[in-house]
């Protein structure tokens, strides 16, 4: 069963702690992207990598990081610099990062709320 | 700066009513268009796309979405909503330029039974 996985679900960490958030993706995709969902906010790019070992910033790259050592797992680390970390953050792959293979698959989302 | 905009944060509507959503797109060379959603609980899904050829574009559920290059819209419209079509509808566009998509803010679709 091909898909994206993200893990966990729901996860609750206290102030000042960083925290790593597991995404999967058995699709054989290039790219793997990190969005953060506020409400009204629609989804804010955070980091996106187009292959192995590469990555870059998106638009709210500040206080997060992530690393991409094998082409199915791209995990995201909220950092404690992350000023306001509570939020749903969203895992998303495809083929390519370009042209009309560029169609995005999303994973579940893990909710993350800082306390 | 490339953005979507998404005019209606919140459309509430009856069954069998027709439903449009508006979106609009900054000018940045060719663009590919995508139209999301997002049912309560459930994982973003692709609703219908646009990549070339005909403007007017049919994706599941009875949407269909067209592309007016002239008014950088790539408007979402059904002719009759049902209750289960309450959701999270986002409107999105890559430019052939740039590697990532820019999603808009959403719109909240609720259906009175």
Redesign the interface.
Known sequence: DGGITQSPKYLFRKEGQNVTLSCEQNLNHD?M?W?RQDP??????IY?S?IVNDF?K?DIAEGYSVSREKKESFPLTVTSAQKNPTAFY?C?SSIQ??G?L????????TRLTVL | AQSVS?HN?HVILSEAASLELGCNYSYGGTV?L?W?VQYPGQ????LL?Y??GDPLVKGIKGFEAEFIKSKFSFNLRKPSVQWSDTAEY?CAV?Y?SA????????TRLSIRP
């Open positions: 790219a992207y969005y009204g906010q629609g989804l804010r790019l996106y187009q870059q998106g969203l998303a990062p370009l009309p560029n169609e995005q698959f999303f994973g579940p989302g | 998404q944060h590919n995508f999301y994982h973003l899904q692709l796309k990549f070339s986002f890559t052939s590697s990532k998509i820019i999603f808009g803010s959403g």
